[in-house]
């Protein structure tokens, strides 16, 4: 299935009307699709995914959305992403498909041990936020490492996560002089 | 769109041999087409097929639901109604009747399509029009948006452009048998086109081809379009409405929230820097166009702050029409899964407060046409005795002295000598006179 990075597919499983998006989590070059899954266990369709079998059917739809990404798209060739839980899936595709990307990703989680592959990123080009212990590179939320910092006017801002976090990270990096036009925003449900 | 939809259920009856009943006990056959936009749409359904489904204890009555279902309702509906179906299948409606034994329990139905494949057919169908003079021709259906405050991605399935051959044609068709105005219809109609890159034309050659026709047959008509997106507005399609007389000097454009925080939770993909910018080219290049928006008030987690910043973007772009709504959670949008957090007596008074604000510009701008002689279309009589009612090209309401009914759907001159806050009043200069 051709897709840009950043969008997303709907899955469900044949014959059930329960169906979930999810933001495609491999590279635009790989020859698989692969999305990232929390199961959320009283949930209609996580256990049932987590449940399925290789060969069993899945109907998925799609690509969507508007959260694409093309290092040649942006004015400046700097990106901050910001990602809480599994937000973390379409910069992965990013990376995965752009190798040589300038990017510094700020990946918030409870514990260390939820952060997902983060072999796939450069150690320098990654900051874990914990809140849950301190096996991170900073423990707190990922709002509060922002506020830390000092950005440059001209960053491409990337936030995908929870819309609490969206909406704290927006207001942090607008009175940091971003644009809003260069802040870019998928809110996870 | 469900006026339109229900143009074509009526021609596929009519042919199948049905007549029209307006005495809902008197009909054999009894059709709903469904709005799954706000939940008290859908009550009303399950709260009418109820009674329907008693009246079977003592006559024969077969029931049938289409148009836009939510996944969950659709289940329910099997179960309700005889025959449940997508729109795109409309064309198999009297096969479907045919097989529907009244004394059986035949169910007959065909799933959801979220690809919308096969809608020609349903485009193919020839609407029986139910007015003389205004007609609405679907462009494209679906939408691929996903704002988390709307299921119709859910229930009319993925983005499809109609043949512009076909639209070009229906319109053709349309003018020559003298209507006046027509309104190209889709769930974001200026998306038209982006699901079949390099194999259709785009929505602005799409209006600047309907523009070109209009010049080509000489006769006065209006063409709207509804609803666009700000995302996909561009300033080519508003110089195309500038460019073309045919191309009405109205714009519907949907802001939803003047806050970019609230229109990242309703995951609009525009911000309001975007929507100022559209809104100026409006201005500069169209500076007589009407506009027209709408607005939820009190979405989820909606503050004072942000309710304030869509009242001052309310205040700033001075919209002619603000079609405002309540917020109220759909089951099937995203956002029903939030918090419906601002009590409901804070979203009336919100609503309120954004229709003080639409009336105090509207008086404003309607008091300074008074003296001005505009071009009306005539659309029958007025609930004030003694009067009619017509539209200008902005859509805006005049009504004037006259019990000559014949006028209905004809232009005609009227001269404004009063106003108020939503609509005008004048007198009848001249009637027609173009072609």
């Known amino acids: ?189 | 769109m469900n006026l339109s939809d229900s143009e074509r259920v009526i021609s596929v009856l009519d042919k199948a041999g049905y007549t029209w009943t307006d005495n809902e006990e008197e009909a054999g056959l009894i059709g709903i087409l469904a709005c799954s936009v706000r939940q008290k749409a859908i009550d009303k359904v399950y709260s009418r097929i109820h009674k329907w489904n008693k009246w079977k204890n003592h006559k024969n009555l077969i029931t049938f639901i289409s148009g836009c279902i939510l996944p969950n309702d659709h289940e329910k509906f099997l179960k309700l109604f005889d025959i449940t179906f997508q729109m795109k299948d409309l064309p198999q409606l009297p096969e479907m009747i045919s097989r529907y034994g009244v004394t059986t329990s035949i169910h007959l139905k065909t799933g959801i399509d979220p690809h919308n494949e096969n809608i020609e057919q349903f485009w193919d169908v020839k609407p029986s029009y139910q007015s003389g003079f205004e007609a609405f021709i679907p462009i494209q259906n679906g939408c691929d948006k996903f704002c988390t405050f709307c299921a119709v991605p859910y229930t009319r399935g993925r983005e499809v452009s109609r043949p512009s051959k076909d639209i070009l044609a229906e319109v053709a068709l349309l003018v020559s048998q003298g209507y006046k105005s027509i309104t190209l219809l889709g769930q974001n109609v200026n998306s038209y086109g982006l699901d079949k890159r390099d194999e259709e034309i785009t929505f602005t050659e799409l209006l600047r081809q309907v523009g070109e026709l209009g010049n080509r047959m000489e006769k006065e008509f209006w063409v709207y379009f509804t609803s666009p997106h700000p995302r996909d507005m561009t300033d080519e399609v508003i110089e195309v409405i500038a460019g073309y007389p045919v191309l009405a000097k109205q714009i519907h454009l949907p802001m939803q929230s003047g806050d970019d925080k609230v229109l990242i939770k309703m995951n609009r993909k525009h911000n309001m820097k975007k929507y100022r910018q559209i809104v100026h080219s409006i201005r500069r290049l169209i500076p007589e166009a009407t506009l027209f928006t709408d607005i939820i008030v009190g979405f989820t987690g909606e503050t004072e702050e942000q309710f304030e910043n869509t009242r001052k973007a309310m205040e700033e772009f001075k919209f002619n029409m603000s079609y405002t709504a309540i917020y109220s959670p759909r089951p099937g949008a995203t956002s029903h899964r939030w918090d419906d957090d601002v009590p409901l007596e804070e979203k009336k008074r919100r609503l309120h407060k954004l229709t003080e604000e639409l009336r105090k510009h509207n008086r404003v701008y309607n008091r300074q046409l008074e003296g001005k002689t505009l071009r009306v279309l005539v659309r029958g009589a007025d609930r004030k005795e003694g009067y009619l009612t017509s539209l200008t090209e902005g859509k805006l309401i005049v009504r004037f002295p006259s019990d000559d009914k014949n006028l209905t759907g004809q232009f005609a001159d009227v001269k404004i000598t009063g106003s108020s806050d939503f609509s005008m009043e004048g007198e009848l200069v001249n009637i027609e006179a173009f072609a």
Request: charged fraction near 20%; proline fraction near 5%.
């Open chain 1, 1 to 189: 299935m051709p897709f840009h990075t950043g969008q997303f597919v709907i899955l469900r499983r044949p014959g059930t009307i329960e169906q979930r998006e999810y933001t495609v989590y491999s590279g635009a070059k790989d020859n698989f699709l692969e999305v990232l899954v929390r199961e959320v266990t009283e949930g209609k369709v996580t256990p049932r995914l987590k449940k399925m079998q290789p060969g069993d059917q899945l109907e998925v739809d799609g690509p969507f959305g508007f959260f694409r990404f093309n290092p040649k798209m942006f004015p400046s060739q700097k990106f901050l992403f910001v990602a809480t839980g599994s937000g973390i899936s379409p910069f992965h595709s990013f990376v995965k498909t752009y190798p040589s990307l300038d990017y510094h990703l700020v990946h918030g989680v409870r514990f260390g041990e939820e952060a997902y592959e983060h072999h796939d990123f450069n150690k320098q080009n990654i900051t874990l936020c914990t809140t849950g212990d301190k096996t991170g590179n900073f423990m707190g939320r990922v709002t509060q490492f922002l506020a830390t910092q000092k950005l440059e006017s001209d960053t491409q801002c990337f936030l995908c996560g929870n819309s609490e976090m969206i909406q704290e990270a927006f207001d942090i990096l607008t009175e940091k002089g971003i644009e809003v036009q260069n802040i870019y925003t998928e809110v996870y449900f």
